[in-house]
């Protein structure tokens, strides 16, 4: 501990004497960041940073630090090399912040690269398209009313957020299209009631909302095709499970959605998607993931 004072003094004389974690929320609120970005960047702080960094004064770091910070997150935590590098990426970015807001006299990441073992080069995998029996065993092994998900995903490349939020409204049986302009994200801008009636604070607590694409004007998106197969199933859903009503609203995108939670009283959500996935994959003994 008192070398910990002695290093953050020594800090003062050569940088600034703020800790990091400060610093850090000041870069966060420096730049117009997307909502989704803003989350990872909150959590990566609350998770990632906080825990390890505690009170430590930003002029103190030195490159020793940072590795030994990258060591804990994957020996300690348990944290996958991918996500280790996603967060060291952050980081890095707040050390280039301080440096040219005079917080920093050098950043403490320049000079000195990670090993392979935290390298994207180094853990660059082959991506490999599922079969179509790897396909139909996780939509078979999911409840009825979520295995169009699949096939929207497989049959016309959505994402899985993208998928959970295709309405009427976007599909086109004509012409065989699907407009993709919106998508179910958990970093609703507004505060939420949770279950017992408290407040959750912006972006916190994995607020849901129906939301444009990130990075598209309103009424922007992108037509993909609509295989007649993936249509056929689409229209066999509704038929069997009909739609649910969103109406305009904080948060929320209006439309005739295809997916709801399991009581049909709120948008699907990521939890539940996760949840049901996990199980269909062990069940189906497969490894595709979302």
């Not at 000195?112 to 065993?137: C, D, F, I, Q």
């Not at 996780?138 to 929207?152: K, R, S």
């Not at 016309?156 to 998928?163: P, V």
């Not at 689409?234 to 609203?249: C, D, K, N, P």
Request: with cysteine.
């Amino acid at each position: 501990m008192e070398q910990e004072k002695l290093v953050s003094a020594r800090a003062g004389v050569f940088g600034s004497s703020r800790s990091l974690v400060d610093v850090y929320r000041e870069y966060m609120g420096s730049g117009p960041y997307a909502g989704s970005t803003r989350y990872q960047y909150e959590a990566s702080l609350r998770l990632h940073i906080e825990p390890y960094f505690r009170h430590r004064i930003i002029g103190s770091l030195k490159p020793k630090d940072l590795r030994g910070w990258l060591a804990w997150m994957v020996e300690e935590c348990g944290y996958a090399r991918s996500t280790v590098v996603n967060r060291y990426a952050i980081l890095r970015g707040v050390l280039g912040y301080a440096v040219a807001n005079g917080y920093l006299v050098r950043d403490p990441s320049r000079g000195w690269s990670t090993s392979r073992h935290y390298s994207r080069r180094g853990r660059r995998k082959m991506v490999r398209l599922p079969t179509l029996a790897e396909v139909v065993a996780i939509a078979e092994h999911l409840p009825t009313p979520y295995q169009l998900l699949v096939w929207l995903m497989a049959g016309c490349g959505l994402r899985i957020g993208e998928a959970s939020a295709v309405c009427l409204q976007q599909i086109d049986f004509v012409s065989g299209m699907l407009l993709v302009d919106r998508q179910i994200t958990q970093d609703a801008a507004a505060s939420t009631v949770g279950r017992r009636g408290s407040l959750s604070a912006a972006g916190q607590g994995r607020a849901h909302r129906i939301r444009h694409l990130k990075w598209r004007a309103p009424g922007e998106g992108r037509l993909v095709p609509l295989p007649g197969k993936v249509a056929d199933k689409v229209r066999e859903h509704i038929r069997r499970h009909g739609t649910f009503r969103v109406a305009a609203g904080p948060n929320r995108m209006p439309g005739d959605y295809l997916f709801a939670n399991i009581g049909r009283t709120n948008i699907l959500m990521y939890a539940l998607v996760h949840r049901l996935w996990n199980a269909a994959r062990k069940a189906a003994d497969e490894p595709l993931r979302v």
